[in-house]
Protein backbone atom coordinates (compact mmCIF):
# COMPACT_ATOMS: atom_id res chain seq x y z
CA UNK A 1 0.00 0.00 0.00
CA UNK A 2 1.55 3.67 -1.30
CA UNK A 3 0.98 4.71 1.96
CA UNK A 4 3.66 7.79 2.65
CA UNK A 5 3.35 11.04 4.74
CA UNK A 6 2.84 12.71 1.63
CA UNK A 7 -0.36 11.27 1.60
CA UNK A 8 -1.34 11.95 4.87
CA UNK A 9 0.24 15.73 4.85
CA UNK A 10 -1.81 16.49 1.95
CA UNK A 11 -5.11 14.91 3.15
CA UNK A 12 -4.23 17.10 6.34
CA UNK A 13 -4.08 19.95 3.16
CA UNK A 14 -7.22 19.40 2.25
CA UNK A 15 -9.30 19.14 4.89
CA UNK A 16 -7.98 22.86 6.01
CA UNK A 17 -8.42 23.96 1.86
CA UNK A 18 -12.41 22.98 2.53
CA UNK A 19 -12.48 25.20 5.63
CA UNK A 20 -16.08 25.57 6.18
CA UNK A 21 -17.12 22.39 5.21
CA UNK A 22 -14.56 20.42 7.11
CA UNK A 23 -15.84 22.85 10.41
CA UNK A 24 -19.47 21.76 9.64
CA UNK A 25 -18.65 18.10 9.02
CA UNK A 26 -16.61 18.31 12.32
CA UNK A 27 -19.41 19.51 14.24
CA UNK A 28 -21.24 16.13 13.31
CA UNK A 29 -18.87 14.03 14.88
CA UNK A 30 -17.76 16.18 18.01
CA UNK A 31 -21.51 16.48 19.07
CA UNK A 32 -21.50 12.72 18.83
CA UNK A 33 -18.16 11.83 20.83
CA UNK A 34 -19.10 14.74 23.54
CA UNK A 35 -22.73 13.04 24.14
CA UNK A 36 -21.24 9.76 24.53
CA UNK A 37 -18.28 10.81 26.72
CA UNK A 38 -20.20 12.78 29.09
CA UNK A 39 -22.61 10.26 29.75
CA UNK A 40 -20.53 7.80 30.40
CA UNK A 41 -18.46 9.46 32.44
CA UNK A 42 -21.30 10.68 34.44
CA UNK A 43 -22.78 7.40 34.36
CA UNK A 44 -19.06 5.76 35.39
CA UNK A 45 -19.15 7.98 38.48
CA UNK A 46 -22.55 7.24 39.44
CA UNK A 47 -21.48 3.79 39.66
CA UNK A 48 -18.35 4.41 42.08
CA UNK A 49 -20.39 6.64 44.27
CA UNK A 50 -22.65 4.20 44.95
CA UNK A 51 -20.18 1.77 45.06
CA UNK A 52 -18.21 3.76 47.74
CA UNK A 53 -21.01 4.18 49.80
CA UNK A 54 -21.76 0.78 50.27
CA UNK A 55 -18.08 -0.53 50.69
CA UNK A 56 -17.88 1.99 53.51
CA UNK A 57 -20.57 -0.01 55.50
CA UNK A 58 -18.74 -3.01 54.48
CA UNK A 59 -19.07 -5.75 52.46
CA UNK A 60 -20.61 -8.02 55.15
CA UNK A 61 -23.20 -5.98 55.66
CA UNK A 62 -27.02 -6.97 54.92
CA UNK A 63 -29.48 -4.92 54.85
CA UNK A 64 -32.79 -5.71 56.15
CA UNK A 65 -36.03 -3.46 54.86
CA UNK A 66 -39.74 -4.04 56.02
CA UNK A 67 -41.92 -3.73 53.57
CA UNK A 68 -39.28 -2.82 50.90
CA UNK A 69 -40.18 -5.14 48.48
CA UNK A 70 -44.24 -4.48 48.97
CA UNK A 71 -42.58 -1.08 47.62
CA UNK A 72 -44.61 0.53 50.01
CA UNK A 73 -45.27 1.21 53.73
CA UNK A 74 -43.72 -0.52 56.52
CA UNK A 75 -47.03 -2.57 57.47
CA UNK A 76 -44.94 -4.82 59.41
CA UNK A 77 -43.17 -3.90 62.35
CA UNK A 78 -39.98 -5.92 63.63
CA UNK A 79 -40.19 -6.81 67.04
CA UNK A 80 -37.20 -6.85 69.81
CA UNK A 81 -37.74 -10.64 69.84
CA UNK A 82 -37.23 -10.24 65.82
CA UNK A 83 -33.82 -8.44 66.98
CA UNK A 84 -32.81 -11.28 68.93
CA UNK A 85 -33.70 -13.85 66.60
CA UNK A 86 -31.34 -12.46 64.09
CA UNK A 87 -28.61 -11.48 66.55
CA UNK A 88 -28.81 -15.14 66.78
CA UNK A 89 -27.67 -16.76 63.34
CA UNK A 90 -24.42 -18.17 62.77
CA UNK A 91 -22.26 -15.85 61.99
CA UNK A 92 -23.94 -12.80 62.25
CA UNK A 93 -21.93 -9.91 64.49
CA UNK A 94 -24.05 -7.03 64.80
CA UNK A 95 -28.08 -6.32 64.37
CA UNK A 96 -28.64 -2.82 64.38
CA UNK A 97 -31.58 -1.37 63.88
CA UNK A 98 -32.16 2.37 62.87
CA UNK A 99 -35.72 3.20 64.05
CA UNK A 100 -37.51 6.44 62.37
CA UNK A 101 -40.49 8.19 62.79
CA UNK A 102 -41.98 11.22 61.10
CA UNK A 103 -42.29 14.21 63.60
CA UNK A 104 -42.69 18.04 63.46
CA UNK A 105 -39.96 19.77 64.23
CA UNK A 106 -40.61 23.20 65.50
CA UNK A 107 -38.35 26.42 65.02
CA UNK A 108 -38.57 30.24 65.67
CA UNK A 109 -42.70 29.79 65.09
CA UNK A 110 -42.11 27.71 62.33
CA UNK A 111 -42.61 24.10 61.79
CA UNK A 112 -41.97 21.39 59.08
CA UNK A 113 -42.14 18.09 58.90
CA UNK A 114 -38.86 15.77 59.77
CA UNK A 115 -37.77 12.26 59.94
CA UNK A 116 -36.37 11.27 63.07
CA UNK A 117 -33.92 8.60 63.53
CA UNK A 118 -31.93 6.62 65.89
CA UNK A 119 -30.25 4.08 66.76
CA UNK A 120 -28.98 2.54 69.85
CA UNK A 121 -25.49 4.16 71.30
CA UNK A 122 -24.03 0.90 72.40
CA UNK A 123 -24.41 -0.38 68.63
CA UNK A 124 -23.88 2.63 66.19
CA UNK A 125 -19.63 2.20 66.18
CA UNK A 126 -20.57 0.07 63.20
CA UNK A 127 -21.63 3.71 61.56
CA UNK A 128 -18.02 4.86 62.54
CA UNK A 129 -16.51 4.11 59.39
CA UNK A 130 -19.53 5.51 56.97
CA UNK A 131 -19.13 8.60 57.94
CA UNK A 132 -23.05 8.59 58.01
CA UNK A 133 -22.92 11.05 61.23
CA UNK A 134 -19.80 13.28 60.52
CA UNK A 135 -21.29 17.00 60.94
CA UNK A 136 -19.67 20.27 59.15
CA UNK A 137 -20.84 22.04 62.17
CA UNK A 138 -20.73 21.73 65.98
CA UNK A 139 -20.24 17.74 67.74
CA UNK A 140 -21.38 14.42 67.39
CA UNK A 141 -23.06 12.65 70.05
CA UNK A 142 -21.42 11.93 73.41
CA UNK A 143 -22.24 10.40 76.69
CA UNK A 144 -24.89 12.14 77.65
CA UNK A 145 -26.64 13.55 75.04
CA UNK A 146 -30.14 12.58 76.23
CA UNK A 147 -31.54 16.16 74.87
CA UNK A 148 -29.29 16.42 71.74
CA UNK A 149 -30.23 16.21 68.11
CA UNK A 150 -28.11 15.84 64.93
CA UNK A 151 -30.06 17.83 61.93
CA UNK A 152 -29.45 17.97 58.20
CA UNK A 153 -27.94 20.54 56.89
CA UNK A 154 -31.40 21.79 55.27
CA UNK A 155 -33.01 21.87 57.73
CA UNK A 156 -30.75 23.87 59.30
CA UNK A 157 -29.99 26.25 56.62
CA UNK A 158 -32.98 26.43 53.66
CA UNK A 159 -36.53 25.36 55.13
CA UNK A 160 -36.32 28.08 57.99
CA UNK A 161 -36.38 32.28 57.51
CA UNK A 162 -33.61 32.15 60.33
CA UNK A 163 -30.77 29.71 60.30
CA UNK A 164 -29.80 26.99 62.95
CA UNK A 165 -26.44 27.14 64.67
CA UNK A 166 -25.39 24.48 67.16
CA UNK A 167 -26.27 25.23 70.74
CA UNK A 168 -29.80 26.71 69.29
CA UNK A 169 -32.97 24.91 70.86
CA UNK A 170 -35.56 23.68 68.46
CA UNK A 171 -38.65 21.83 69.34
CA UNK A 172 -39.80 18.09 68.22
CA UNK A 173 -43.24 16.80 68.64
CA UNK A 174 -43.55 19.06 71.98
CA UNK A 175 -40.25 18.33 73.31
CA UNK A 176 -37.28 20.61 73.63
CA UNK A 177 -33.69 19.65 72.22
CA UNK A 178 -30.27 21.16 71.91
CA UNK A 179 -29.06 21.15 68.19
CA UNK A 180 -25.47 19.91 69.06
CA UNK A 181 -24.44 19.62 65.34
CA UNK A 182 -25.13 19.77 62.01
CA UNK A 183 -24.83 17.10 59.43
CA UNK A 184 -22.58 17.22 56.45
CA UNK A 185 -24.52 16.44 53.30
CA UNK A 186 -23.07 13.81 52.30
CA UNK A 187 -23.72 11.86 55.84
CA UNK A 188 -27.08 11.70 55.14
CA UNK A 189 -27.42 9.65 52.29
CA UNK A 190 -28.21 5.65 53.10
CA UNK A 191 -26.93 3.54 50.40
CA UNK A 192 -26.31 6.34 47.64
CA UNK A 193 -29.74 7.99 47.90
CA UNK A 194 -29.88 11.41 47.70
CA UNK A 195 -29.58 13.29 50.39
CA UNK A 196 -33.15 15.14 51.43
CA UNK A 197 -31.31 16.91 54.23
CA UNK A 198 -34.14 16.67 56.32
CA UNK A 199 -32.85 14.04 58.34
CA UNK A 200 -32.77 14.51 62.20
CA UNK A 201 -30.80 12.23 64.80
CA UNK A 202 -31.43 11.67 68.39
CA UNK A 203 -30.61 9.26 71.02
CA UNK A 204 -33.17 6.04 71.37
CA UNK A 205 -34.23 6.79 75.18
CA UNK A 206 -35.45 10.40 73.43
CA UNK A 207 -36.58 8.64 70.28
CA UNK A 208 -38.88 6.67 72.36
CA UNK A 209 -40.17 9.54 73.86
CA UNK A 210 -41.11 11.35 71.21
CA UNK A 211 -42.28 8.92 68.74
CA UNK A 212 -45.27 6.63 68.92
CA UNK A 213 -44.95 2.83 67.01
CA UNK A 214 -41.41 2.74 67.00
CA UNK A 215 -40.42 0.12 64.48
CA UNK A 216 -36.79 0.08 62.73
CA UNK A 217 -37.26 1.65 59.36
CA UNK A 218 -34.04 -0.70 58.06
CA UNK A 219 -31.96 -2.92 59.77
CA UNK A 220 -28.35 -3.21 59.39
CA UNK A 221 -26.82 -6.84 59.95
CA UNK A 222 -23.55 -7.50 60.06
CA UNK A 223 -21.41 -10.42 59.36
CA UNK A 224 -18.10 -11.85 60.90
CA UNK A 225 -16.51 -12.22 57.89
CA UNK A 226 -18.11 -12.71 53.88
CA UNK A 227 -18.47 -15.63 53.46
CA UNK A 228 -20.92 -15.60 56.36
CA UNK A 229 -23.48 -13.63 54.07
CA UNK A 230 -25.24 -15.91 52.09
CA UNK A 231 -25.70 -17.84 54.62
CA UNK A 232 -27.27 -15.07 56.91
CA UNK A 233 -29.33 -14.20 54.60
CA UNK A 234 -31.16 -17.04 53.93
CA UNK A 235 -31.26 -17.70 57.69
CA UNK A 236 -33.03 -14.34 57.10
CA UNK A 237 -35.21 -14.39 54.54
CA UNK A 238 -36.89 -17.72 55.82
CA UNK A 239 -37.65 -16.72 59.23
CA UNK A 240 -38.81 -13.71 58.09
CA UNK A 241 -40.61 -14.84 55.67
CA UNK A 242 -42.39 -17.41 57.65
CA UNK A 243 -43.08 -14.70 60.28
CA UNK A 244 -44.87 -12.17 58.28
CA UNK A 245 -45.47 -13.99 54.89
CA UNK A 246 -43.15 -13.13 51.39
CA UNK A 247 -42.23 -10.51 50.74
CA UNK A 248 -42.88 -8.56 53.60
CA UNK A 249 -39.45 -7.84 54.07
CA UNK A 250 -36.47 -7.24 52.14
CA UNK A 251 -33.07 -9.01 52.62
CA UNK A 252 -30.65 -8.16 50.65
CA UNK A 253 -26.83 -8.11 50.79
CA UNK A 254 -25.06 -5.10 49.92
CA UNK A 255 -23.53 -6.78 47.11
CA UNK A 256 -27.05 -8.03 46.16
CA UNK A 257 -27.79 -3.96 46.49
CA UNK A 258 -25.28 -2.65 44.86
CA UNK A 259 -25.99 -5.61 41.67
CA UNK A 260 -29.25 -4.33 41.58
CA UNK A 261 -28.72 -0.47 41.58
CA UNK A 262 -25.78 -1.35 39.09
CA UNK A 263 -27.98 -2.95 36.54
CA UNK A 264 -30.26 0.10 36.77
CA UNK A 265 -27.59 2.63 36.01
CA UNK A 266 -26.07 0.29 33.52
CA UNK A 267 -29.56 0.20 31.46
CA UNK A 268 -29.89 3.99 31.99
CA UNK A 269 -26.37 4.68 30.81
CA UNK A 270 -26.92 2.23 27.82
CA UNK A 271 -29.78 4.29 26.81
CA UNK A 272 -28.70 7.56 27.11
CA UNK A 273 -25.39 6.37 25.12
CA UNK A 274 -27.52 4.17 22.82
CA UNK A 275 -28.74 7.93 21.87
CA UNK A 276 -25.78 9.29 21.55
CA UNK A 277 -24.49 6.24 19.84
CA UNK A 278 -27.34 7.45 17.30
CA UNK A 279 -26.19 11.31 16.98
CA UNK A 280 -22.63 9.59 15.85
CA UNK A 281 -23.73 7.41 13.62
CA UNK A 282 -25.72 10.27 11.73
CA UNK A 283 -22.53 12.51 12.56
CA UNK A 284 -20.72 9.65 10.06
CA UNK A 285 -23.56 9.89 7.71
CA UNK A 286 -22.43 13.05 7.67
CA UNK A 287 -19.13 12.71 7.06
CA UNK A 288 -20.16 10.26 4.09
CA UNK A 289 -22.43 13.33 2.89
CA UNK A 290 -19.25 15.70 2.94
CA UNK A 291 -16.69 13.11 1.32
CA UNK A 292 -19.31 12.37 -1.63
CA UNK A 293 -20.05 15.99 -2.66
CA UNK A 294 -16.11 16.55 -2.02
CA UNK A 295 -15.56 13.94 -4.72
CA UNK A 296 -18.20 14.94 -6.97
CA UNK A 297 -16.60 19.13 -6.48
CA UNK A 298 -13.35 17.47 -7.28
CA UNK A 299 -13.98 15.02 -10.03
CA UNK A 300 -11.66 16.99 -12.30
CA UNK A 301 -8.65 17.27 -9.63
CA UNK A 302 -8.70 13.53 -9.23
CA UNK A 303 -8.68 13.04 -12.89
CA UNK A 304 -5.96 15.56 -12.94
CA UNK A 305 -4.10 13.59 -9.82
CA UNK A 306 -4.11 10.38 -11.72
CA UNK A 307 -2.62 11.89 -14.99
CA UNK A 308 -0.03 13.64 -12.84
CA UNK A 309 0.96 9.58 -12.23
CA UNK A 310 -1.18 9.16 -8.95
CA UNK A 311 -2.54 4.95 -8.59
CA UNK A 312 -5.88 4.27 -7.97
CA UNK A 313 -4.38 3.43 -4.75
CA UNK A 314 -3.01 6.41 -3.54
CA UNK A 315 -6.34 8.30 -4.81
CA UNK A 316 -8.11 5.76 -2.25
CA UNK A 317 -6.03 5.92 0.56
CA UNK A 318 -5.85 10.04 0.40
CA UNK A 319 -9.54 10.40 0.86
CA UNK A 320 -9.80 8.00 3.24
CA UNK A 321 -7.19 9.50 5.52
CA UNK A 322 -9.26 12.34 4.91
CA UNK A 323 -12.39 11.42 5.80
CA UNK A 324 -10.94 9.58 8.86
CA UNK A 325 -8.98 12.94 10.03
CA UNK A 326 -12.36 14.51 10.32
CA UNK A 327 -13.16 11.10 12.28
CA UNK A 328 -9.98 11.62 14.41
CA UNK A 329 -10.03 15.43 15.14
CA UNK A 330 -13.64 15.25 15.96
CA UNK A 331 -13.25 12.63 18.70
CA UNK A 332 -10.54 14.24 20.13
CA UNK A 333 -12.64 17.42 20.13
CA UNK A 334 -15.30 15.52 21.11
CA UNK A 335 -13.47 14.08 24.17
CA UNK A 336 -12.32 16.98 25.91
CA UNK A 337 -15.60 18.64 25.14
CA UNK A 338 -17.37 15.62 26.56
CA UNK A 339 -15.24 15.38 29.60
CA UNK A 340 -15.93 19.09 30.41
CA UNK A 341 -19.33 18.90 29.70
CA UNK A 342 -19.35 15.86 32.59
CA UNK A 343 -17.09 18.19 34.79
CA UNK A 344 -20.15 20.42 34.76
CA UNK A 345 -22.50 18.11 35.57
CA UNK A 346 -20.52 16.70 38.51
CA UNK A 347 -20.61 20.46 39.76
CA UNK A 348 -24.32 20.86 39.39
CA UNK A 349 -25.04 17.93 41.17
CA UNK A 350 -22.84 18.43 43.86
CA UNK A 351 -24.31 21.54 44.70
CA UNK A 352 -27.61 20.19 44.79
CA UNK A 353 -26.34 17.51 47.09
CA UNK A 354 -25.31 14.32 44.52
CA UNK A 355 -22.17 13.11 45.51
CA UNK A 356 -21.35 12.52 42.28
CA UNK A 357 -17.31 12.55 40.58
CA UNK A 358 -17.49 11.77 36.98
CA UNK A 359 -14.77 9.51 35.73
CA UNK A 360 -11.90 10.36 33.63
CA UNK A 361 -10.64 6.88 32.52
CA UNK A 362 -8.45 5.59 29.93
CA UNK A 363 -11.19 3.03 27.84
CA UNK A 364 -13.57 5.76 27.84
CA UNK A 365 -10.80 7.93 26.27
CA UNK A 366 -9.40 5.81 23.72
CA UNK A 367 -12.73 3.94 22.96
CA UNK A 368 -14.11 7.38 22.25
CA UNK A 369 -11.20 8.56 19.73
CA UNK A 370 -11.02 4.98 18.12
CA UNK A 371 -15.25 4.84 17.71
CA UNK A 372 -14.57 8.27 16.16
CA UNK A 373 -11.63 7.07 14.14
CA UNK A 374 -13.51 3.84 13.06
CA UNK A 375 -16.54 6.16 12.10
CA UNK A 376 -14.37 8.70 9.88
CA UNK A 377 -13.03 6.25 8.43
CA UNK A 378 -15.94 3.81 7.38
CA UNK A 379 -17.65 6.59 5.99
CA UNK A 380 -14.97 7.83 3.91
CA UNK A 381 -14.67 4.44 2.71
CA UNK A 382 -17.50 4.02 0.24
CA UNK A 383 -16.43 7.69 -1.07
CA UNK A 384 -12.85 6.97 -1.35
CA UNK A 385 -13.49 3.57 -3.50
CA UNK A 386 -15.59 6.12 -6.08
CA UNK A 387 -12.73 8.35 -6.32
CA UNK A 388 -10.47 5.95 -6.72
CA UNK A 389 -12.29 4.24 -9.69
CA UNK A 390 -12.94 7.75 -11.22
CA UNK A 391 -12.02 6.94 -15.24
CA UNK A 392 -9.18 9.50 -15.43
CA UNK A 393 -9.86 10.51 -19.15
CA UNK A 394 -14.12 11.16 -18.10
CA UNK A 395 -12.86 12.94 -15.05
CA UNK A 396 -10.65 15.47 -16.48
CA UNK A 397 -13.40 16.24 -18.77
CA UNK A 398 -16.21 16.49 -16.36
CA UNK A 399 -17.84 19.73 -16.32
CA UNK B 1 13.10 11.56 -40.72
CA UNK B 2 12.47 8.47 -43.36
CA UNK B 3 12.72 5.21 -41.86
CA UNK B 4 12.18 5.52 -38.01
CA UNK B 5 13.78 2.03 -36.01
CA UNK B 6 12.50 0.65 -33.09
CA UNK B 7 15.37 2.15 -31.41
CA UNK B 8 14.53 5.59 -31.89
CA UNK B 9 10.86 5.24 -31.10
CA UNK B 10 9.78 6.67 -27.99
CA UNK B 11 6.51 6.19 -28.57
CA UNK B 12 4.77 4.12 -30.99
CA UNK B 13 1.77 2.30 -31.54
CA UNK B 14 1.16 -1.18 -33.15
CA UNK B 15 -2.34 -2.18 -34.69
CA UNK B 16 -4.05 0.25 -31.56
CA UNK B 17 -8.35 0.00 -32.38
CA UNK B 18 -10.29 1.91 -29.57
CA UNK B 19 -14.11 0.58 -29.83
CA UNK B 20 -16.75 1.87 -27.49
CA UNK B 21 -20.27 0.46 -27.38
CA UNK B 22 -20.99 -3.09 -27.51
CA UNK B 23 -22.78 -5.71 -29.86
CA UNK B 24 -24.76 -3.82 -32.68
CA UNK B 25 -23.94 0.03 -31.52
CA UNK B 26 -20.15 0.08 -31.90
CA UNK B 27 -18.06 3.23 -32.32
CA UNK B 28 -14.87 2.67 -33.43
CA UNK B 29 -12.93 5.79 -32.24
CA UNK B 30 -9.36 4.38 -33.60
CA UNK B 31 -9.17 2.05 -36.36
CA UNK B 32 -5.75 -0.54 -36.52
CA UNK B 33 -3.52 3.01 -35.78
CA UNK B 34 -0.25 2.47 -36.76
CA UNK B 35 2.27 5.40 -35.14
CA UNK B 36 5.68 5.65 -34.46
CA UNK B 37 7.19 9.17 -32.75
CA UNK B 38 11.06 9.42 -32.26
CA UNK B 39 12.81 10.94 -29.73
CA UNK B 40 13.49 14.26 -29.88
CA UNK B 41 10.26 14.88 -32.89
CA UNK B 42 7.84 17.87 -32.66
CA UNK B 43 4.85 16.27 -33.82
CA UNK B 44 0.95 18.06 -34.11
CA UNK B 45 -1.99 15.36 -34.23
CA UNK B 46 -5.05 17.40 -36.22
CA UNK B 47 -8.55 16.37 -37.13
CA UNK B 48 -11.79 17.28 -37.47
CA UNK B 49 -14.26 16.91 -34.35
CA UNK B 50 -14.73 13.18 -34.04
CA UNK B 51 -11.67 12.34 -36.22
CA UNK B 52 -10.42 10.25 -33.17
CA UNK B 53 -7.79 12.76 -32.36
CA UNK B 54 -8.44 12.92 -28.94
CA UNK B 55 -8.56 9.26 -28.45
CA UNK B 56 -5.54 8.80 -30.05
CA UNK B 57 -3.98 11.42 -27.25
CA UNK B 58 -5.32 9.18 -24.39
CA UNK B 59 -3.86 6.16 -25.95
CA UNK B 60 -0.89 7.77 -26.23
CA UNK B 61 -0.67 9.29 -22.21
CA UNK B 62 -1.52 6.10 -21.14
CA UNK B 63 -4.79 7.40 -19.78
CA UNK B 64 -6.94 5.14 -21.77
CA UNK B 65 -6.44 1.28 -22.36
CA UNK B 66 -7.38 0.50 -25.94
CA UNK B 67 -9.35 -2.30 -27.32
CA UNK B 68 -6.70 -4.37 -28.85
CA UNK B 69 -3.16 -4.05 -29.89
CA UNK B 70 0.01 -2.82 -28.60
CA UNK B 71 1.60 0.87 -26.97
CA UNK B 72 5.49 1.24 -26.36
CA UNK B 73 7.28 4.62 -24.51
CA UNK B 74 10.35 4.41 -24.37
CA UNK B 75 10.40 1.05 -25.48
CA UNK B 76 8.18 -0.38 -22.70
CA UNK B 77 5.18 -2.18 -23.25
CA UNK B 78 2.66 0.24 -21.55
CA UNK B 79 -0.14 -2.40 -22.44
CA UNK B 80 0.62 -5.24 -20.34
CA UNK B 81 1.11 -2.81 -16.95
CA UNK B 82 -1.39 -2.62 -14.00
CA UNK B 83 -2.94 0.43 -13.66
CA UNK B 84 -0.01 1.31 -10.65
CA UNK B 85 2.67 0.94 -12.89
CA UNK B 86 0.80 2.84 -15.59
CA UNK B 87 0.17 5.75 -13.12
CA UNK B 88 3.71 6.24 -12.17
CA UNK B 89 5.06 5.02 -15.47
CA UNK B 90 3.25 8.49 -16.84
CA UNK B 91 4.00 10.42 -13.73
CA UNK B 92 7.63 10.43 -15.07
CA UNK B 93 7.60 10.21 -18.56
CA UNK B 94 4.84 12.26 -19.65
CA UNK B 95 4.15 15.47 -19.00
CA UNK B 96 0.81 17.70 -19.81
CA UNK B 97 -0.79 20.21 -21.15
CA UNK B 98 -3.98 21.10 -21.15
CA UNK B 99 -6.61 23.32 -22.87
CA UNK B 100 -7.94 24.55 -20.22
CA UNK B 101 -5.06 24.37 -18.12
CA UNK B 102 -6.44 21.90 -15.32
CA UNK B 103 -4.35 23.80 -12.40
CA UNK B 104 -5.75 23.24 -9.01
CA UNK B 105 -7.55 26.09 -7.85
CA UNK B 106 -6.82 26.28 -4.52
CA UNK B 107 -3.00 25.83 -4.70
CA UNK B 108 -0.42 28.65 -5.63
CA UNK B 109 1.19 28.69 -8.81
CA UNK B 110 4.34 26.43 -6.89
CA UNK B 111 2.06 24.44 -5.42
CA UNK B 112 1.12 23.39 -8.66
CA UNK B 113 4.19 22.26 -9.99
CA UNK B 114 4.91 20.68 -6.53
CA UNK B 115 2.10 18.68 -7.04
CA UNK B 116 3.41 16.05 -9.35
CA UNK B 117 6.49 15.82 -7.12
CA UNK B 118 4.97 14.41 -4.00
CA UNK B 119 2.53 12.18 -6.14
CA UNK B 120 6.07 10.75 -7.61
CA UNK B 121 8.02 11.19 -5.17
CA UNK B 122 10.57 13.67 -5.18
CA UNK B 123 12.42 13.95 -2.10
CA UNK B 124 11.15 16.43 0.16
CA UNK B 125 13.87 19.14 -0.38
CA UNK B 126 14.46 18.79 -4.03
CA UNK B 127 10.75 19.64 -4.90
CA UNK B 128 10.43 23.64 -4.06
CA UNK B 129 13.62 24.40 -5.49
CA UNK B 130 13.25 22.48 -8.77
CA UNK B 131 9.57 24.11 -8.87
CA UNK B 132 11.28 28.04 -8.11
CA UNK B 133 13.71 27.44 -11.09
CA UNK B 134 10.85 25.62 -13.51
CA UNK B 135 9.08 28.92 -13.01
CA UNK B 136 11.16 31.31 -13.43
CA UNK B 137 12.25 29.79 -16.72
CA UNK B 138 8.75 30.24 -18.00
CA UNK B 139 8.73 34.00 -16.86
CA UNK B 140 6.90 33.44 -14.06
CA UNK B 141 8.92 34.22 -11.10
CA UNK B 142 7.39 37.01 -9.61
CA UNK B 143 4.07 35.03 -9.47
CA UNK B 144 4.59 31.96 -7.64
CA UNK B 145 2.82 32.60 -4.56
CA UNK B 146 -0.71 33.86 -6.64
CA UNK B 147 -3.04 31.31 -7.18
CA UNK B 148 -4.97 30.20 -10.54
CA UNK B 149 -7.78 33.19 -10.02
CA UNK B 150 -5.20 35.71 -9.73
CA UNK B 151 -3.55 34.71 -13.07
CA UNK B 152 -4.37 35.41 -16.83
CA UNK B 153 -4.82 33.00 -19.15
CA UNK B 154 -1.64 32.98 -20.56
CA UNK B 155 0.18 33.23 -17.37
CA UNK B 156 -1.80 29.85 -16.19
CA UNK B 157 -0.43 27.96 -19.02
CA UNK B 158 2.60 29.02 -18.21
CA UNK B 159 2.13 27.75 -15.32
CA UNK B 160 0.87 24.51 -16.61
CA UNK B 161 3.90 24.12 -18.68
CA UNK B 162 6.27 24.39 -15.69
CA UNK B 163 4.05 21.70 -14.27
CA UNK B 164 4.43 19.62 -17.12
CA UNK B 165 8.14 19.85 -16.86
CA UNK B 166 8.41 18.85 -13.10
CA UNK B 167 9.27 14.98 -13.70
CA UNK B 168 11.58 15.87 -16.10
CA UNK B 169 9.82 13.87 -18.72
CA UNK B 170 11.34 13.17 -22.26
CA UNK B 171 7.44 13.69 -23.69
CA UNK B 172 5.38 16.61 -23.77
CA UNK B 173 1.89 16.13 -24.77
CA UNK B 174 -0.36 19.45 -25.26
CA UNK B 175 -4.04 19.22 -26.16
CA UNK B 176 -4.76 22.68 -27.35
CA UNK B 177 -2.25 24.41 -25.70
CA UNK B 178 -3.52 27.67 -27.15
CA UNK B 179 -7.43 27.11 -27.39
CA UNK B 180 -8.54 29.45 -24.69
CA UNK B 181 -5.37 32.23 -25.09
CA UNK B 182 -5.66 35.44 -26.59
CA UNK B 183 -2.98 35.16 -30.23
CA UNK B 184 -0.15 36.99 -27.40
CA UNK B 185 -0.32 34.48 -25.16
CA UNK B 186 -0.52 31.88 -27.23
CA UNK B 187 2.02 32.66 -29.63
CA UNK B 188 4.42 32.41 -26.65
CA UNK B 189 3.02 29.77 -25.37
CA UNK B 190 3.75 28.45 -28.51
CA UNK B 191 7.69 29.68 -28.65
CA UNK B 192 8.14 28.12 -24.58
CA UNK B 193 7.24 24.44 -26.56
CA UNK B 194 9.35 25.08 -29.92
CA UNK B 195 12.40 25.88 -26.82
CA UNK B 196 11.51 22.64 -24.94
CA UNK B 197 12.13 21.05 -28.72
CA UNK B 198 15.24 22.63 -29.84
CA UNK B 199 17.14 23.52 -26.86
CA UNK B 200 15.99 20.58 -24.50
CA UNK B 201 15.64 18.30 -27.26
CA UNK B 202 12.54 17.02 -25.68
CA UNK B 203 9.82 14.77 -27.85
CA UNK B 204 6.54 17.56 -28.17
CA UNK B 205 3.29 15.96 -29.47
CA UNK B 206 0.45 18.59 -30.06
CA UNK B 207 -3.18 18.05 -30.50
CA UNK B 208 -4.96 20.71 -32.34
CA UNK B 209 -7.54 22.02 -34.78
CA UNK B 210 -5.93 25.28 -35.17
CA UNK B 211 -3.45 25.22 -38.38
CA UNK B 212 -1.71 28.28 -37.14
CA UNK B 213 0.04 26.02 -34.45
CA UNK B 214 -0.37 22.58 -36.28
CA UNK B 215 2.27 23.91 -38.80
CA UNK B 216 4.79 25.16 -36.29
CA UNK B 217 5.23 21.57 -35.42
CA UNK B 218 7.98 19.47 -37.58
CA UNK B 219 6.35 16.83 -38.66
CA UNK B 220 2.08 16.91 -39.57
CA UNK B 221 -0.24 13.68 -38.73
CA UNK B 222 -4.08 13.77 -39.27
CA UNK B 223 -6.31 11.33 -38.30
CA UNK B 224 -9.88 11.19 -39.62
CA UNK B 225 -12.19 8.55 -38.48
CA UNK B 226 -10.12 6.62 -36.55
CA UNK B 227 -7.61 6.05 -39.17
CA UNK B 228 -4.34 8.18 -39.36
CA UNK B 229 -4.35 9.87 -42.80
CA UNK B 230 -0.73 11.87 -43.44
CA UNK B 231 1.96 11.64 -41.34
CA UNK B 232 4.10 13.93 -42.91
CA UNK B 233 7.36 15.90 -42.12
CA UNK B 234 8.73 19.21 -43.44
CA UNK B 235 9.47 18.52 -47.26
CA UNK B 236 10.68 14.67 -46.31
CA UNK B 237 8.94 11.90 -46.91
CA UNK B 238 6.49 10.05 -44.83
CA UNK B 239 7.55 8.34 -42.28
CA UNK B 240 7.09 4.81 -42.17
CA UNK B 241 7.34 1.80 -39.86
CA UNK B 242 10.00 -1.06 -39.60
Known sequence: ?399 | MTRTTKNDDIIRLEKVSKIYGMGDIQIKALDNVDLAICRGEYVSIMGPSGSGKTTLLDAITTMMKPTSGKIFIEGVETTKMSNAELASFRGNKIGFIFQTFNLMPKLTALENVIEPMWINGVPRAEREPRARKLLEEVGLGDRMNNRPNQLSGGQKQRVAIARALAMNPNVIVADEPTGNLDSKSGVKVMEILKDLHEKEKRTIIVVTHDESVGKQAQRRIAIRDGQIVISKGEGKKVSQLK
Do not use: C, H
Open chain 1, 1 to 399: MKFDIDVLENSIKNLRRAGMRTVLTLIGVIIGIAAIVSLLSVGQGLNVAVETQFQSLGSNTIFVIPGASAGGFSRVTLTDNDITQLESIRGVSDVVPIYGAAAILEYDGQKINVQVSSADAKKSSIFDSTGFFDVQEGRTFSKNDSQAVLIGDKIASDYFDKQIIPRKIVTINGEKFTVIGILKPQAQSFGGGPNTGTSVFMSLDAFNRIAQNVAPSIIFVKTTSGDDVSYAVDEIKSYLDKKYGEKSVMVSSADDLLDQVNAILGVITLVIVGIGGISLVVGGIGIMNSMITAVLERTREIGLMKALGASNQRVLILFVLEAGFIGMIGGIIGVILGYGLSLLISYLGASSGFALNSVINFEITIGALLFALVIGIVSGLLPAIRAANLDPVVALRYE
